[in-house]
């Protein structure tokens, strides 16, 4: 009896794991950016759409390059379908005085598009340093912050700026939208960070 419930209790176990496992899947931004003052993308926040509709906020646990190639690797449970990935960077505004300005891998068609336009023009309803406020509280745990961007940014404000997970996309730099690099090839080795979740 005790050695059926054991195999019971491990071939449970081995179904959930394997359930688990079967969920969860990498996904990997790749890109080549070169911020205004070459400082590193902080407060990153990846927003991301299942299949069902639903966004999803990470929030990524490190800061990425400023300068030349970085990656950005992470290991949802769901498969995203459309994304938008947001940060900032101590940076230069257009006139070259110091700024805190937002990153964005953002939809290449729109940011072409939006070149040199400013922020709140090309996302009416939002501010440029009201949005930077909400990403630090957001990235700092904040629910109310992450739910503005998972279900008021992303699906509205935003929405013309998301791209295809997996597409191609641009990085842009905001307070006029400067496109600073763009999605590259995914390179070989993806270095471990960490992540979480809300």
Same mark, same amino acid.
Do not use: C
């Given at each position: 009896?005790?050695?059926?419930?054991?195999?019971i209790?491990?071939?449970?176990?081995?179904?959930?794991?394997?359930a688990?496992l079967?969920?969860?899947?990498?996904?990997?931004?790749?890109?080549?950016?070169?911020?205004?003052?070459?400082?590193?993308?902080?407060?990153?926040?990846?927003?991301?759409q299942?299949?069902?509709?639903t966004?999803?906020?990470?929030?990524?646990?490190?800061n990425?390059?400023?300068?030349?190639?970085?990656?950005?690797?992470?290991?949802?449970? /769901?498969?995203?379908?459309?994304?938008?990935?947001? =940060?900032?960077?101590?940076? +230069? @505004? $257009?006139? #070259?005085?110091?700024k805190? %300005?937002?990153?964005?891998?953002?939809?290449?068609?729109?940011?072409?598009?939006?070149?040199?336009?400013?922020?709140?023009?090309?996302f009416p309803?939002?501010?440029?340093?009201?949005?930077i406020?909400?990403?630090?509280?957001?990235?700092?745990?904040?629910?109310?912050?992450?739910?503005?961007?998972t279900?008021?940014?992303?699906?509205?404000?935003?929405?013309?700026?998301? /791209?295809?997970?997996?597409?191609?996309?641009?990085? =842009?730099?905001?307070?006029? +939208? @400067? $496109?600073? #690099?763009?999605?590259?090839? %995914?390179?070989?080795?993806?270095?471990s960070?960490?992540?979480?979740?809300?």
């Amino acid at each position: 009896m005790k050695k059926s419930l054991v195999i019971i209790v491990f071939s449970l176990f081995m179904m959930i794991l394997f359930a688990g496992l079967a969920q969860a899947t990498s996904v990997t931004y790749a890109a080549e950016l070169h911020t205004s003052k070459f400082n590193p993308v902080t407060n990153v926040l990846i927003l991301e759409q299942d299949q069902s509709g639903t966004v999803h906020g990470t929030v990524y646990g490190a800061n990425v390059p400023g300068n030349g190639q970085a990656v950005i690797s992470h290991n949802p449970a /769901f498969i995203p379908v459309r994304s938008l990935i947001i =940060g900032i960077t101590a940076g +230069l @505004d $257009p006139s #070259g005085a110091d700024k805190t %300005e937002i990153i964005m891998f953002l939809n290449k068609t729109f940011a072409a598009s939006n070149k040199g336009v400013k922020w709140s023009n090309v996302f009416p309803g939002s501010s440029h340093s009201g949005t930077i406020d909400s990403l630090i509280a957001a990235t700092a745990g904040n629910a109310t912050q992450l739910t503005w961007f998972t279900n008021t940014f992303f699906t509205g404000i935003a929405a013309p700026a998301v /791209f295809d997970t997996g597409a191609a996309f641009t990085v =842009g730099e905001f307070s006029l +939208l @400067d $496109p600073i #690099g763009g999605s590259v090839a %995914e390179p070989l080795a993806i270095p471990s960070l960490n992540t979480w979740t809300i």
